[in-house]
Nanobody
Framework: QVDLVVSGGGLVQAGDPLKLSCAAS??????MAWFRQAPGQEREFVAA???????EYAESVKGRFTISRDNAKNTAYLQMDLLKPEDTAVYYC???????????????????WGRGAQVTVSS
């Protein structure tokens, strides 16, 4: 059974940091990614990592968020710094078994999704 378990969400103040974790089990994913969905809005791409050396970020989080992974733990992380109220959303982790070169990672179809974690940033 494949599962992606997200942890680390919560309520923080603007400017604070927060770190999300996504622990995968049952499969190893070449690409892991984070998406988010704010109330009344569509789900949007946040960040992705292919292997250990290919990264992609949404413009809105570039310079503030950092995606990483620990292959020994089969876990991906999203370090979020300088959080803003507009970062408030439910954050989802996604995994894709096969990698792909030459295309934006945000355009790929992901095989598995974890349950979301609420991140709320107060002003």
């Amino acid at each position: 059974q494949v599962d992606l378990v997200v942890s680390g969400g919560g309520l923080v103040q603007a400017g604070d940091p927060l770190k999300l974790s996504c622990a995968a089990s049952g499969r190893v994913f070449r690409i892991m990614a984070w998406f988010r969905q704010a109330p009344g809005q569509e789900r949007e791409f946040v960040a992705a990592i292919q292997g250990t050396d290919t990264f992609e970020y949404a413009e809105s989080v570039k310079g503030r968020f950092t995606i990483s992974r620990d292959n020994a733990k089969n876990t991906a992380y999203l370090q979020m710094d300088l959080l803003k109220p507009e970062d408030t959303a439910v954050y989802y982790c996604a995994g894709r078994v096969w990698g792909q070169l030459g295309v934006p990672l945000r355009t790929l179809t992901f095989d598995y999704w974890g349950r979301g974690a609420q991140v709320t940033v107060s002003s």
